[in-house]
């Protein structure tokens, strides 16, 4: 079946270093995928809507200067917590649904967990 | 707009029991309804979905009927099993968007 690819799993640095957490589509073509963040006891939130070849769409309240998304290719998409502090440690996932299955469901990464020190 | 409420947890149940977790959508047209589940430590898995009224999405010997009458979409299984402890999230995802909407999800610990 599909599977998405999310790295690293898990990942702890020191305030103020950036992050890059990468989001792969293995054996399908993803012209979109979708960022999550999921703080402790909480559900899914949205932050944002990648769409390859083209600048991201942030939900409300999401920092687009903070929160870096590339989709540069159709497999790929990258988030950046750029100048990482403490209450950016969280839970983030991201997803992919294959080019073209509008109805389909999406395929969610393993997640990456951020902890800032 | 769209929204999903599922009963809060934590559940705790014994083995071999029968379990129901509640959702319960609001939202505007037809939309699809999924259940997610976490297990500890991963990430989300699609355990079933339903894209219709009266659809019933089954796996893994869960079961969910789309009722469209009481804009329902509650998870059963007759028998838990100690493996089937996890975190377990309604969603729907309505006909014009992309993302998922999901509930707070409810946490199921199953004893042995």
């Known amino acids: 079946g599909a599977v998405v690819s999310q790295h690293p799993s898990w990942v702890i640095c020191k305030s103020g270093t950036s992050v890059k957490i990468e989001c792969r589509s293995l054996?399908?073509?993803?012209?979109?995928m979708f960022w999550y963040r999921q703080f402790p006891k909480q559900s899914l939130m949205l932050m944002a809507t990648s769409n390859e070849g083209s600048k991201a769409t942030y939900e409300q309240g999401v920092e687009k200067d903070k929160f870096l998304i590339n989709h540069a290719s159709l497999t790929l998409s990258t988030l950046t917590v750029t100048s990482a502090h403490p209450e950016d440690s969280s839970f983030y996932i991201c997803s992919a649904r294959p080019a073209g299955t509008a109805n389909q469901p999406q395929h969610f990464g393993d997640g990456t967990r951020l902890s800032i020190l | 707009g769209n929204s999903v409420t599922q009963m809060e947890g934590p559940v705790t149940l014994s083995e071999e029991a029968f379990l129901t977790i509640n959702c319960t959508y609001t939202a505007t047209g037809y939309p699809s309804l999924f259940w997610y589940v976490q297990y500890p430590g991963e990430g989300l898995q699609l355990l079933l979905k339903a894209t219709k009224a009266d659809d019933k999405g089954s796996n893994k010997g869960f079961e969910a009927t789309y009722r469209k009458e009481t804009t329902s979409f509650h998870l059963e299984k007759g028998s838990v099993q100690v493996s089937d402890s996890a975190v377990y999230f309604c969603?729907?995802?309505?006909?014009?968007?992309?993302?998922?909407?999901f509930g707070k999800g409810t946490k199921l610990s199953v004893k042995p």
């Open positions: 969603a729907l995802r309505g006909n014009s968007q992309g993302n998922l909407i």
């Open positions: 054996d399908f073509q993803a012209t979109t």
